[in-house]
T-cell receptor
């Protein structure tokens, strides 16, 4: 079952612009994580936000979490061509045991 | 750095063959996971393990089994490969649960 759903499915922007991706989920969570995947490779962890946190920063990344709306957003500021990748949110649920449940991802393309 | 190694990057098998996908992690993580990734469906959890010889079914365990005889190694077994098991298979490990996942590079399996 898919817990997280990302929006948009695909995003194309120019280098230097900001990119915003959204994630919605259905059940209560312990934490929400964002991952990045370059084409045909494994996923790399970007950032984790706990259910009692509202905002978190890491370099050019900013993540927000609204548990009342069951949604999160990932903002990449001043994007670069190297940011071109797929981005996935993943939720760790209160009753979900040891596992994370992933969404379907947003494909980001940053053009020069 | 945590390293998760999957034994094959690309694999081609015939329908009905028994297929073994191997995964090894070098950071003494308790938890290990197998996901499959298909276009438009994101990552779906097949099986996970939180200790040696322990296993739990994920969301799509049918047609698969797993083995964890040693802490560092988690094997995915396709008992009788079918064409609908053609997919990218991703192994991951984590120290805590539901914690940050460290992924291998993936195995692209084609069943002909």
């Amino acid at each position: 079952s898919q817990q997280g759903e990302e929006d948009p499915q695909a995003l194309s922007i120019q280098e230097g612009e900001n990119a915003t991706m959204n994630c919605s989920y259905k059940t209560s969570i312990n934490n929400l994580q964002w991952y990045r995947q370059n084409s045909g490779r494994g996923l790399v962890h970007l950032i984790l936000i706990r259910s009692n946190e509202r905002e978190k920063h890491s370099g050019r990344l900013r993540v927000t979490l609204d548990t009342s709306k069951k949604s999160s957003s990932l903002l990449i500021t001043a994007s670069r061509a190297a940011d071109t990748a797929s981005y996935f949110c993943a939720t760790g649920s209160t009753g979900g045991g040891n596992k994370l449940t992933f969404g379907t991802g947003t494909q980001l393309k940053v053009e020069l | 750095d945590v390293k998760v190694t999957q034994s094959s990057r690309y694999l081609v098998k015939r329908t009905g063959e028994k297929v073994f996908l191997e995964c090894v992690q070098d950071m003494d993580h308790e938890n290990m996971f197998w996901y499959r990734q298909d276009p438009g469906l994101g990552l779906r959890l097949i099986y996970f393990s939180y200790d040696v010889k322990m296993k739990e079914k994920g969301d799509i365990p049918e047609g698969y089994s797993v083995s964890r005889e040693k802490k560092e190694r988690f094997s995915l077994i396709l008992e009788s490969a079918s064409t609908n098991q053609t997919s990218m298979y991703l192994c991951a490990s984590s120290l805590s649960a539901p914690g940050v996942l460290f992924f291998g590079s993936g195995t692209q399996l084609s069943v002909l």
